[in-house]
C-alpha cells in the first residue's frame, strides 16, 4: 500500500518544475530571440502608427481653428446692424442738412459684375443760322434727368429716380441698381442748384455703373439728358470724402451736378465702404 503513493518531495518537485514550464511558456520572447524578418515589421508598425496619430491631432488642430474662425465670423455678421446703430447714434447731427439725408446708400462686398456701358459721346446740338437771333428758355427748376453721359471715360448710362426711403430709422436715397440714380429732392437738369447722381460702384446683384468714374479729371466735360434736352457740364472738382460728410450733397448757387459713388476700404462691420467718391461739375453754356 505504501509503495502505490508518490513520495511527497518527489510530487513537490515535480508541481514545481510544471509551473516553470508554464511561466515560461506565457511569457513573450525577448526581442533579440525574435526570428530576423519580425523586428523591421514592428518597427514599420510603429512608424505607422506615429504618423497616423500626427495626422489625426493635425485634424483635429484644423478643425477647431475653422470652427473658431466660422463662430468669429457669425459674432461679426451679428454684430453689423448694432455697430451701425450706435454709429448713428454716436454722429453729429448737426452736420446734417436740412434737406438731406445722414448717408449715401452703402454698397454690397467688392465683386465684379464687368457691365459694359455703351461707347458713345454726348448728342450733337443743332447749330443755329449766323445772324439767327437765340433765345434762351427758362429751364424748369424739377426737370427730371433721364441719362448721363461722360465721354472721358466712355459711360452713357440710364438715370432713374433715387427716392428717400427710412432705412433701420435713417432718412436715405434708395441707389437703383445697374443704372444712376437721381436723389429726390436735388435740382433738376440744368437748374440751379445741386444735381445728385448716385451709383455702386463693384457690386454682384447691384451693377458696377460707376466703376471706372475714379479716371475723370478736372476739365472734362459730361452730359446730362432729360428727354430730348441736353446740359453740358464741366468737371469742376474731383475729391475723396470720409462717408458720414454730407455736405457735397448740400445745394449751390450754379447749376451743377455732383457724382457719388463708394471708395475706400470696405468695412463688413457695417456693411458699407470707408469714403465716398466725389465729382463735381457746373454747367457751361445756354
Not at 129 to 150: K, Y
Not at 245 to 268: A, E, N, R, Y
Request: with cysteine.
Amino acid at each position: 500500500m505504501v509503495g502505490s503513493y508518490q513520495s511527497p518531495g518527489l510530487t513537490a518537485r515535480t508541481n514545481t518544475l510544471n509551473r516553470r514550464r508554464e511561466d515560461t511558456r506565457l511569457l513573450p520572447r525577448p526581442e533579440t530571440a525574435w526570428p530576423a524578418e519580425i523586428g523591421p515589421i514592428r518597427r514599420a508598425y510603429a512608424a505607422r502608427a506615429r504618423r497616423q496619430n500626427r495626422l489625426r491631432a493635425a485634424c483635429r488642430l484644423a478643425g477647431t481653428i475653422l470652427i473658431v474662425l466660422g463662430s468669429l465670423g457669425l459674432v461679426l455678421l451679428a454684430a453689423g446692424p448694432v455697430y451701425q446703430a450706435a454709429a448713428d447714434l454716436l454722429a453729429p447731427s448737426t452736420s446734417r442738412p436740412a434737406s438731406a439725408p445722414a448717408r449715401v446708400d452703402a454698397v454690397r462686398p467688392a465683386v465684379y459684375d464687368y457691365l459694359d456701358p455703351t461707347l458713345a459721346p454726348p448728342r450733337p446740338r443743332a447749330t443755329p443760322a449766323a445772324g439767327t437771333a437765340v433765345t434762351v428758355p427758362r429751364v424748369p427748376e424739377d426737370l427730371p434727368i433721364t441719362e448721363l453721359s461722360v465721354p472721358s471715360i466712355g459711360l452713357v448710362t440710364r438715370v432713374v429716380p433715387a427716392p428717400l426711403i427710412n432705412r433701420g430709422g435713417q432718412l436715405t436715397w434708395e441707389v437703383p441698381p445697374f443704372v444712376v440714380g437721381h436723389a429726390e429732392g436735388t435740382a433738376g437738369a440744368g437748374a440751379p442748384g445741386n444735381a445728385v447722381l448716385m451709383g455702386h460702384i463693384t457690386s454682384r446683384n447691384l451693377g458696377n455703373v460707376f466703376i471706372n468714374l475714379g479716371k475723370v479729371q478736372v476739365g472734362d466735360m459730361l452730359a446730362i439728358f432729360s428727354g430730348d434736352r441736353q446740359f453740358d457740364y464741366r468737371v469742376v472738382e474731383v475729391k475723396v470724402v470720409p462717408r458720414t460728410d454730407v455736405s457735397v450733397v448740400g445745394p449751390t448757387d450754379k447749376p451743377t451736378v455732383t457724382l457719388i459713388t463708394c471708395t475706400g476700404t470696405w468695412l463688413p462691420l457695417i456693411s458699407d465702404y470707408s469714403h465716398r467718391l466725389i465729382v463735381r461739375a457746373e454747367r457751361v453754356g445756354p
